[in-house]
T-cell receptor, first 113, second 112 residues
Framework: GEDVEQSLFLSVREGDSSVINCTYT??????LYWYKQEPGAGLQLLTY?????DMKQDQRLTVLLNKKDKHLSLRIADTQTGDSAIYFC?????????????FGQGTILTVHP | DGGITQSPKYLFRKEGQNVTLSCEQN?????MYWYRQDPGQGLRLIYY???????QKGDIAEGYSVSREKKESFPLTVTSAQKNPTAFYLC???????????FGEGSRLTVL
């Protein structure tokens, strides 16, 4: 089955850039997603990228997609303490059911002042 | 405001008891989902429903049951057959065209 892998922890200083990496195995998906989870809350969609794109920029967020290596990354510029959260990448894994996503383990981002 | 409401937010139960977690959405979404979250394991799909009166098992359906009698509601029952029920449970829904998942705030179940 589909496998999505992320590193578990990332620690950065406020003002630095954060880069969260993700690898996936299913290459047939139309979209790949990044979700953010704040403590004790549900997940919120942060951004997504179409599989025919290499890069997407949205304010402080940059998503890079390397289809050949099946590698997805999320860069947060000028990271703030409010960015501390768990970040999940997710892949529909080519499924026909919308929302039936395979999630990575989540990367816990800690931002130090 | 449109959204997904899960209740209760925290629930404590003794071993051997069934518990039902509520999920209601007013987004007029067709499909609804239940995910389980454990530390360091991401989210795993329990059950999903694409239409009223129909639902399918996800990856970890054993020990759980659901119903979908109304479009707005998708309750999850954690039965006594679930071997390790203590977890954070997330309900989600999605519009057929966009595919974006909208999540509730979650229910934390602790079995004592």
């Amino acid at each position: 089955g589909e496998d999505v892998e992320q590193s578990l922890f990332l620690s950065v200083r406020e003002g630095d850039s954060s880069v969260i990496n993700c690898t996936y195995t299913d290459s047939s998906s139309t979209y790949l997603y990044w979700y953010k989870q704040e403590p004790g809350a549900g997940l919120q969609l942060l951004t997504y990228i179409f599989s025919n794109m290499d890069m997407k920029q949205d304010q402080r967020l940059t998503v890079l997609l390397n289809k050949k290596d099946k590698h997805l990354s999320l860069r947060i510029a000028d990271t703030q303490t409010g960015d501390s959260a768990i970040y999940f990448c997710a892949d529909p894994a080519g499924g026909t059911s919308y929302g039936k996503l395979t999630f990575g383990q989540g990367t816990i981002l800690t931002v130090h002042p | 405001d449109g959204g997904i409401t899960q209740s209760p937010k925290y629930l404590f139960r003794k071993e051997g008891q069934n518990v039902t977690l509520s999920c209601e959405q007013n987004l007029n979404h067709d499909a609804m989902y239940w995910y389980r979250q454990d530390p360091g394991q991401g989210l795993r799909l329990i059950y999903y429903s694409q239409i009223v009166n129909d639902f399918q098992k996800g990856d970890i359906a054993e020990g759980y049951s659901v119903s979908r009698e109304k479009k707005e509601s998708f309750p999850l029952t954690v039965t006594s057959a679930q071997k390790n029920p203590t977890a954070f449970y997330l309900c989600a829904s999605t519009h057929r065209e966009t595919g974006e998942l909208f999540f509730g705030e979650g229910s934390r179940l602790t079995v004592l």
